[in-house]
């Protein structure tokens, strides 16, 4: 009896695990400090969230592309530079004239891992920033800048959803890359708002509020 509950206890802590090592990445990223004893801190207030909140346990695919990874963080760093100066571009040049929209980007996958990493690294980038998440249709509520037309807007949201096909090749499972990999043959981008998986509705969530 004792080795089952300690076998469940296991799994248990193994299960969390992921979701415990990703709040410590979120506190670095958020401090913009790395260092050991940042990090060993932001640890110790995981591991008190744990104890206080229940948190699910996070759902892992099974695989992770280290290729992919690399290839991601170098593609993150040079947004992070090109956003960074079109937004001083916009604030510069534009100011009070440019026009803002919130933008509902429907994704593919209702995984809260993939939906809180394409959050993080969205909100990262600066220029957008994620205002509200619905998980029933795995939708994200984003605020942009400098999206004046409908063309911008689409604009943005494909740029979006490229961010969780990146993230998808990455950690995705596989029927999610199979979908990526259709996309890129010429198959049009199935969410899971308007996929069969869903039990939400079929209609898809395009929605703009300026």
Request: hydrophobic share 50%; with cysteine.
């Amino acid at each position: 009896m004792s080795q089952s509950m300690n076998y469940r206890r296991k799994l248990n802590f193994l299960q969390k695990l992921p979701l415990l090592i990703w709040l410590v990445v979120v506190w670095g990223a958020l401090w913009q400090d790395f260092s050991a004893g940042n990090l060993l801190f932001g640890a110790l207030i995981a591991i008190a969230v744990f104890q206080m909140f229940y948190l699910p346990p996070i759902e892992l695919s099974g695989r992770f592309n280290v290729l992919r990874a690399g290839t991601l963080a170098l593609w993150f760093l040079k947004e992070v530079t090109v956003a960074s100066f079109q937004v001083l571009f916009w604030s510069v040049v534009k100011g009070p004239k440019i026009r803002n929209a919130v933008i509902a980007v429907p994704l593919r996958s209702p995984s809260d891992l993939l939906m809180t990493a394409v959050g993080h690294v969205l909100s990262l980038i600066p220029g957008s920033l994620v205002v509200e998440v619905d998980r029933g249709c795995a939708t994200l509520y984003v605020h942009a800048m400098n999206a004046p037309t409908p063309e911008s807007v689409d604009k943005v949201r494909r740029g979006i959803q490229d961010i969780e096909a990146r993230l998808i090749q990455v950690m995705g499972t596989k029927e999610e890359l199979a979908l990526v990999k259709a996309e890129k043959s010429g198959a049009a981008i199935l969410t899971y708002a308007t996929s069969p998986r869903s039990t939400v509705g079929e209609a898809e969530t395009t929605g703009e509020v300026q």
